[in-house]
């Protein structure tokens, strides 16, 4: 099951209102930064920390997006961190499996607010977001 449609966005407001006129609403408003979430995305101790506000935003089909802003990254936006998140059952043995084939993991799972989570890309680089409900 799809859990979720990520998209960085240079506007948080401005692309707020967009999804407003398709029918999402405000579920979540959230400031994630520091090296906790630097980790996660995969930018290692010499990069600067991350700081991003999310909104996550959610339909009647409860169809749900999130919307990021980099707010400390003007000039090098990482348009790549588009993404799509899957539930797992058992985050450790999928992040076991793909390190044993050699797939490209961002970080190990990391616990944050009830759940396990982690990024890795596919073969074609697409990012993929695997969380465990705890």
């Known amino acids: 099951m799809i859990r979720h449609v990520g998209i960085v966005?240079?506007?948080l407001n401005k692309a707020m209102k967009f999804y407003h006129l398709l029918g999402f609403n405000l579920l979540t408003n959230r400031r994630m930064y520091g090296e906790k979430i630097s980790r996660l995305l995969g930018f290692h101790?010499?990069?600067d920390m991350i700081d991003l506000t999310y909104v996550k935003l959610i339909n009647n089909d409860e169809d749900?997006?999130?919307l990021y802003k980099f707010n400390n990254l003007e000039?090098?936006?990482p348009l790549t961190f588009g993404?799509?998140?899957l539930n797992v059952k058992n985050i450790d043995e999928v992040y076991s499996k793909l390190i044993k084939n050699e797939k490209d993991c961002w970080s190990k799972p990391l616990e944050d607010m009830?759940?396990?989570?982690m990024f890795c890309r596919d073969d074609d680089g697409n990012l993929i977001e695997l969380v465990?409900?705890?």
Not at 114 to 117: A, H, S, Y
């Open 9 to 11: 966005v240079s506007n």
């Open 45 to 47: 101790e010499d990069t």
């Open 64 to 66: 749900c997006i999130e």
């Open 75 to 77: 000039e090098e936006i």
């Open 83 to 85: 993404h799509f998140a």
């Open 114 to 117: 009830g759940i396990k989570l």
């Open 132 to 134: 465990e409900e705890l």
